[in-house]
């Protein structure tokens, strides 16, 4: 739950102040499954993505110094937690990470790229 | 999508200027039909529910004059949007009103009150 | 998955022959649990839910006797299918009974009435 | 919300005129965001979605010339409204669109393709 | 998720030792929000909530002595989160609690009384 | 809705037999669509995806003969699945298959492979 705002006049009303919920999903890919059957230890996964957005809930990300100078689209947010994930991650997984934003039930945007 | 914050102590990291998309249901109950067999036309609640919402999109409420000095929880906008709703409908409706802000898959809250 | 058209001028480009997908939930309730420790056999409910559907599934319901000159709204539909379920379970079950029909993620008719 | 049959065999029951509730997703992808860190501008999107699915919206797809002699499965009209959104971009966006067309909670189909 | 038997003949199947995943849905009710303007903490329900459930997360009802001789149906179970969240609340809330136990994306059941 | 256990240290909690309730999806996709203008009977794809899920429903995975020795995550009941599938499908479909198994709102598992 942020607020931001979008300076440039092609986000219209949304150069305003404003706000959202993002419901927050990571998929993670890989060609075969590990020796215990699994992509990836799911309470981890949870633990470091909840970890990666500690930092950003409840604030107005117009104030915080990574997104100086920034338009934190959802795609940019997209793109800026599966770069942080992938860091957390810290060699424990290799495949592929697709990171999705929920704004609401008719939008969202992705971001997919490697993890190595 | 907006902003707001939430200056009492009781709410934590929510006391910080954050956000939040909405999605707004409304439900309206009558006992009987009208003569064409509806509840009530879904055209015109649409365009009413759009006419109540639209001077709060995109805004942060910590700035709207009708907010002034008011903790502007989920359930306080709830209520407030179904009063708002109850006047736009300017008795062309009698039955009950229940007004639900979604503020993500697992919190909601609704207001729920007689339209006469 | 229906066909019908809903010839009144209050209904705008609905009055054309159109259709229309609904999900339909029934949902029961009584004040105590029977012995089984349930409201009602979640299989006999589904069975005779199925029931009272077949007829219409795959139709043109301005074709279809018992909906001659009727508006088949979504509403009066819940109210049918209400009705209907009522008369399938012939005295087996005493409580309320609240039928949904969903039209899309964003519009749905209801309604609730007792079973004697 | 349309009216269509099937009239081919393989469909049982659906070869009769009946009707769907379309829900439909359009997801767009690009290798790269764009100057304002968008993959596309959401209102221009929403837009031609809707400008592409006005002629079909209430209609009863067997009397419209465009679909004269062809079966308008669901997978059939993904294409389609695919294909028309491809026209209706008119070279404002590069790289990939995939069209959902959600029947139920239970079924739907996809047409992806690239937009050049 | 939990493992169980409903050893009753009117369960078929469900006699066997199977399990299920369930979304448990707590819903607070008062007619008028408190001096922070709202129903409850939500905090301090979610708390409650998951220490109502620790003890079933995870385990075969058969095996637990609060189960023993109880058909552990959905409908029982939601009654007995419902009673255990009102005994956790020790009168920090007086109002209506709605317990909802979804089983799947077509089967849940609820159970609704009094907290005072 | 099924009983297993996962013996394996890294599963903690989840070593106790338990239960789940998986939603299992079936997509398929092809390059082109069949001359009925469809990917694939959806009536047939539900019946073989019925006949592949009825021997595990109700079960408790642990006794059965088909995964002595095998860890039952619900990343390997994907690909078990899809590949009962695929011998189900008995060559009447050529393209990719993915299916995936919904533990709740909140995880769920994909396999995808060919379908030759």
């Not at 102040?17 to 999903?25: E, K, M, S």
């Not at 100078?69 to 942080?84: C, K, P, V």
Request: glycine share 6%.
């Amino acid at each position: 739950m942020i607020a931001h705002s979008l300076p440039d006049p092609v986000f219209g009303p949304a150069q305003n102040l404003h706000g959202a919920t993002y419901v927050v999903d990571a998929e993670f890919q890989r060609p075969e499954l590990n020796q215990h059957k699994i992509v990836l230890d799911i309470g981890l996964a949870t633990d470091l993505l909840k970890e990666v957005l500690a930092p950003l809930a409840y604030q107005n990300l117009d104030e915080l110094p990574q997104f100086k100078g920034e338009l934190t689209t959802t795609e940019y947010l997209a793109r800026y937690i599966h770069d942080q994930l992938v860091v957390a991650l810290n060699n424990s997984f290799q495949g592929s990470l697709k990171v999705t934003l929920g704004e609401s039930h008719v939008a969202w945007a992705s971001y997919q790229g490697p993890v190595s």
